[in-house]
């Protein structure tokens, strides 16, 4: 069996997305797309995975819960889980690791989460983008001992990448790559005119809509070949190894 993925989507907690953002209409827009198996990461919190986790659910969409980690390294990381308790305790422990600077709403955003109904529940008053104190390393070292799995995000992009903070991607225990591009290029800093391929060290490669807005889900959707295995644990959560083992069919270049 072959399903359809999108791992990258932000919500209305996110100060960068739009307040249409809502669970809800993520859900919904997910329906229309076909997108299967669907993963909710905001900046630096998973505030808004309670209300996606119940709309999931409703929907018959698989759902994995966690956040857009930014590292010290300011290097942007899917971190995934599938369970929601796990998920939220993560996010629990990197809003400790977080610098506090006020949000200020009209200048960078709201920062607003919300439940299924889409009633507003709070405001994150801190604000999210910022770098947490915590490398990329350890990010990959935290992620695995609760069981999830880290993705480092965008990896040939131009900001907030591998390829823009370290030059290169670096080897790791990473379970993938999200690119924007497949096979994926990168602009070299020294020419800003001229693209080269990326060297991916045969991680396998996803790619995800990093969505914003709701017209953007699932415009860069990839596909997970899982064959006969279960998609599903027997308590209804995401099983993971079939995941990673489906991950390893993807291209690597």
Not at 147 to 155: E, M, N, R, T
Not at 200 to 215: E, K, V
Request: aromatic fraction near 8%.
């Amino acid at each position: 069996m072959i399903i359809n993925c999108d791992w990258h989507i932000h919500s209305c907690v996110s100060p960068c997305a739009s307040l249409e953002m809502s669970p809800s209409a993520i859900v919904k827009k997910l329906q229309e797309k076909n997108i299967q198996l669907a993963a909710l990461t905001d900046h630096n919190t998973t505030k808004n995975c309670p209300a996606f986790a119940v709309l999931c659910k409703k929907a018959h969409i698989a759902a994995l819960y966690g956040m857009e980690l930014q590292t010290s390294e300011e290097i942007h990381v899917l971190c995934l889980f599938s369970n929601l308790q796990t998920a939220m305790k993560f996010g629990e422990r990197i809003n400790t690791i977080i610098p506090f600077f006020q949000n200020k709403p009209e200048k960078y955003g709201d920062q607003v989460y919300v439940d299924e109904n889409d009633n507003i529940l709070g405001e994150i008053n801190k604000y999210l983008q910022v770098s947490a104190s915590l490398s990329i390393d350890d990010t990959a070292l935290l992620v695995h001992g609760l069981g999830g799995l880290c993705i480092p995000a965008h990896v040939n992009r131009s900001a907030f990448s591998m390829t823009s903070q370290l030059g290169s991607v670096v080897p790791g225990e990473w379970d993938a790559l999200e690119v924007m591009d497949i096979p994926p290029t990168y602009v070299l800093s020294s020419n800003l005119s001229t693209k080269v391929p990326l060297d991916t060290l045969g991680y396998p490669l996803i790619t995800s809509s990093d969505a914003h807005y709701l017209n953007d889900i699932a415009k860069r959707f990839f596909n997970l070949e899982i064959g006969y295995n279960s998609l599903y644990h027997e308590n209804g959560t995401v099983n993971l190894n079939t995941i990673r083992r489906s991950l390893k069919l993807r291209p690597t270049k």
